[in-house]
């Protein structure tokens, strides 16, 4: 898709959504905000465009709904995982004690936290639904570090617009821009239920992203890099979920 379609097509979807009066003006505007997503190439793209522009200029700061205590599920589905690798389990055998979440990238600090050191920062708890793109779902207490504690930690340099994160699974990797990065629901999570993470809930480390469906919310977080560029990721569509053919954007 040309440069110029896909600018008219948010243009399109900006002059609907939010009212702007020209198409200039909403272009610039598209531009300016980044309102364009890291798949707009291919056939889904256009709508994957309006969906993530509509979105930032609608929602950016809405929280994802929370719940009461007793409407947490009593019996959470656990997605099943692929096997978790030798590496995992000699990890799992010191309960978890060397486990490191490392953190780099266009950072002024770059820096490598243990679960203790993570644990030891300020948390803060939530009760959410995850919901699979399969169509189940789970309400949960998930409680973890902010992560823009963290960021705030490293030093994120200014211009800054993307956090690529990773699990020990290789095929798991995902990225988030800036708004969910810095959203006080997005968390590091290290417990849930009032318990530890369980390993097959994601144990010891995933990241809670209730603004996003569950395949954002990755287990077995190892690494987070910050970044104002996702091309020299993967295929350079922005994670994996859209080399699999699921959209880069999961706002829900
Ligand atoms: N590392 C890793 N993270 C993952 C997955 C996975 O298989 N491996 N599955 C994802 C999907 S598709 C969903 S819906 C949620 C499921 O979370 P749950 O196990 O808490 O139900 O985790 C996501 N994170
Ligand atoms: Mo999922």
């Known amino acids: 898709m040309s440069k110029l379609s896909r600018r008219q097509l948010i243009t399109t979807g900006l002059a609907a959504t939010a009212g702007a009066s020209g198409l200039v003006v909403a272009a610039r505007l598209a531009d300016r905000y980044g309102l364009i997503p890291p798949d707009f190439g291919g056939i889904y793209g256009p709508g994957e465009t309006l969906t993530y522009a509509a979105q930032r200029l609608l929602t950016r700061h809405s929280l994802a709904r929370e719940f009461s205590q007793r409407q947490i599920s009593r019996d ?46 300020p948390r803060r708890s939530h009760i959410t639904m995850i919901q699979c793109e399969e169509g189940w779902s789970y309400i949960g207490e998930w409680t973890g570090v902010p992560l823009s504690h963290v960021l705030e930690l490293v030093g994120a340099l200014p211009q800054v617009r993307y956090v690529v994160y990773r699990s020990i699974q290789p095929d798991w990797w995902e990225s988030i821009d800036m708004a969910d990065a810095l959203h006080p629901q997005t968390l590091l999570a290290h417990g849930m239920n009032g318990s530890e993470l369980p390993v097959r809930f994601g144990g010891p480390l995933r990241l809670r992203l209730p603004r996003q469906l569950g395949y954002k919310s990755v287990k077995y977080l190892t690494r987070l890099t910050i970044t104002d560029n996702l091309k020299q990721f993967g295929k350079g569509l922005g994670s994996a979920s859209p080399e699999g053919g699921y959209a880069w954007y999961a706002g829900i």
């Open 76 to 121: 959470p589905f656990a997605n099943e995982v692929a096997p978790l690798g030798e590496e995992f389990h000699r990890l799992q055998q010191g309960a978890f004690s060397d486990w490191l979440l490392t953190v780099d990238g266009m950072v002024t600090r770059p820096a490598s936290f243990s679960l203790a050191e993570l644990k030891s920062f």
